[in-house]
């Protein structure tokens, strides 16, 4: 139950009109992208604020503190493991107004608050003349959420994850204070870096609001190039090879073509290539090169054993492939009961997909595969259907990941529903520390409690 | 003074060969590359240990953290700001023998002991076919300290400093734990990632005994541009036109022609290129586009009044123009107070280097200034002359790097001579969450203390 006089005070905070009650009111802020089955339920009984400066969030955060109430950061709502799903009564804090974006084009920088999206921030380097390579998911996430959960997505192959484009981060803490780590700076070594902590916490550290991110100049032409195979093995066993090259695609995607012909479907498109498996890469960069780079990949594509690569070079052309990759996710979670993104050295990634036929088999189970081959990021469904092995094929695909030197999740994190497998795969000790630095930075565990640990 | 009975237990643990006391027999431990006036005194009652596994590291850390020793972990002793200076009576601990480097090409990475040097790392991963584009420093530097401190060095405008290439570590924790953090891993959100807090930690929170780095395809051909100019500012203003063009090079370092012919001098080498100030620039890559971006950036050079370019391809000529750039260092260091390594964003790099001049004009100083101008890192030498003056050029220099949005040190670290700036140029708030993460990780403090924080 929340506290009396509560509303009062968050109104008197950020004014009557971004202060939201009731359930009806507030339904989308309650739940996220999690599949159904293993979504945790919310607690209706919160109250949704919009702040519309950091100066606010401070001083809600400051209310919150005192008086012991949890918080939840809210984003684009886009997670996949119940990460922002209140789970108490507590206050829900919208970073939705603040959204500006500011381009530094002498820095190679963009400055955005934590409630730009990343379609906003996309098309905002993109008319300033840059580029932002990493795709880290849904277009309607923003970016203090995909920095708190260190997103990944396909093209960070070359590049690297959200990580690897944080230069600065303004963060509120529990306990109200307005920190700035980092800034616009190629190289920062003064003292522990507190920033790489806050990256990948999951908002249970602190309120991210304000993100300085590194661009890249334009890449002045891209092409997707579709490598076709017979068999998951050779084009599994092709990937190294095509690391080992010289040529690093932004994007290197492993799909299978059932599920490519279900996602289209799904659109309402149709899948046209042969192959029983495929390739997709994407390559970027001046003409010339990602001509000579698309024909050495082709050449090594056909060395083993691959079919006729096809080059897709028009934008909408490229835009359908991926959106037929991207979509196989939409066309499986209707009946999924959950989506794992376990990721292992890349080497492994064959014998991880393997392995999980074997699981599937074993229980009798359809378990649909795809991934992010390059980095080594398998995503796996576990279907409605096979609800009863559930928990059976999950710790299966888990203790097999680990065994090969692998994560539970290479970018979705832990959010509420893996926390439990976070505890069983991770050395005692290491919990220990985390517990410890959450107790440092959220002395009453009021910033997204349950979510990657439970104190 | 040390406990009775120190050595013997230490011999039970790795040996009696491998436990060394003496001040004559350790000397060249006691010390690092710091400058000699602001150097912290090493307190010479000190048993030195070189453990050969991480179970060694493990029971020596257990018997210290008993028995309330500090612990000084040395690599190869080349960091610039006492770091490894054991300031008390302890047990300096050299992983020397812990020099392993294994290449596994599958998955691109190499994985190296803490005590593998540089060159050494360099030198496997060359033979093995691959590339590691970073060369934070000297090639006597050792792999855990370079992780340890977060090294950067000229080569890392394009890739990134040692932190963009740690996939994975073993770290053994004050309290004796051996963890692993990470993997062969590219993408890992599996909790609060503890891995960068640890890297740039200067071996505080734990010794680093193990590192899995990311490597890159060999790059067939490399290049070093010298882009001549007449003054500082047209070179410092072409900088951020050269990033924005879509060139971006390995290394672009900033030099002055005194300082070139004073290191080439230093050497017994000729400095003999026409220009006052120089851009230079590494470029690596397939042969035809390192060609093509070395017109590019000749052409830009031209536009903002460059001189003509001269291109060094042997890779005699092109060591001949990057030795006599890196011991621009060495060649000052004789008469050197102490070396600053302020970092701003990079367009603000001329602002500081005229503000420097000014400084230095103010006080009648002399302050040589360089740097790797891409990543806004510059150096500045306080000169022994100018002792009576060093505390307020210092405090100027910083000042205004500050102002501009900079930090103290870019890729030094804090060590032991920094630890008063660190602290005055911090919010509180954040140097009292670094103190409770070094409680946490070293309860009884003993690892490395007196660096990075007073505790």
């Known amino acids: 139950m929340l506290m009396e006089g509560l509303v009062e005070q968050l109104e008197g905070i950020v004014g009557r009109e971004s202060v939201v009650r009731g ?3 507030m339904e989308s802020y309650l739940f996220d992208e999690t599949c159904i089955p293993v979504r945790p339920s919310a607690v209706p009984d919160c109250v949704l604020v919009k702040p519309a400066n950091s100066m606010e969030v401070s001083r809600i955060l400051r209310l919150a503190n005192e008086n012991k109430i949890p918080v939840y950061p809210r984003g684009g709502g886009t997670g996949l493991v119940g990460g922002a799903v209140p789970a108490r009564s507590g206050i829900i804090v919208s970073l939705e107004k603040m959204n500006r974006i500011e381009i530094d084009g002498e820095n190679l920088m963009a400055v955005a608050e934590a409630g730009a999206t990343l379609g906003g921030l996309l098309k905002a380097v993109e008319e300033a003349g840059f580029s932002f390579p990493p795709h880290p998911g849904d277009e309607g ?14 093209r960070a192959v070359k590049h690297g994850v959200m990580r690897s484009f944080v230069r600065g981060l303004e963060v509120v803490l529990p306990t109200g204070e307005i920190l700035t780590f980092g800034g616009k700076l190629l190289k920062d070594n003064m003292g522990y870096n507190l920033m790489h902590l806050i990256i990948g916490s999951e908002g249970t550290l602190g309120i991210i609001t304000k993100v300085v991110l590194r661009l890249n100049p334009k890449t002045p032409y891209s092409l997707t190039l579709l490598l076709p195979f017979n068999s998951r093995h050779d084009a599994l066993n092709t990937v190294p090879r095509i690391l080992r090259s010289g040529v690093t695609p932004l ?17 309402g498109e149709k899948w046209v290539f042969e192959g029983e498996v495929f390739l997709i890469a994407i390559l970027a960069g001046e003409e010339n090169v990602v001509y000579s780079e698309a024909e050495k990949l082709s050449q090594i594509c056909v060395e083993n054993n691959g079919l006729e690569p096809s080059v897709a070079e028009r934008r909408d052309e490229q835009e359908s492939i991926l959106r037929i990759r991207s979509n196989i996710y939409t066309a499986l979670k209707r009946d999924s009961m959950d989506i794992l993104d376990t990721t292992v050295p890349p080497s492994a990634i064959g014998r991880l997909a393997d392995a999980i036929d074997t699981i599937a088999e074993k229980h009798g189970a359809y378990i649909p595969v795809y991934g992010h081959a390059a980095d080594g990021n398998v995503h796996s469904h576990i279907m409605k259907r096979d609800a009863e092995k559930y928990e059976a094929i999950k710790r299966e695909i888990y203790e097999t990941t680990i065994s090969l030197g692998g994560t539970i999740t290479g970018e979705h994190g832990v959010g509420k529903i893996r926390v439990k497998e976070l505890y069983r795969f991770t050395h005692p000790k290491k919990i220990e520390l985390m517990k410890g630095v959450k107790r440092l930075f959220d002395p009453n565990n009021i910033l997204n409690p349950s979510t990657v640990l439970e104190i």
């Open 141 to 154: 996430a923003q970016i203090g959420g995909l920095v708190a959960c260190n997103a990944g997505g396909a």
């Open 23 to 25: 359930k009806d009111k």
């Open 251 to 267: 994007a290197l995607e492993y799909v299978e073509k059932e599920l490519m012909e279900l996602s289209a479907e799904h659109l």
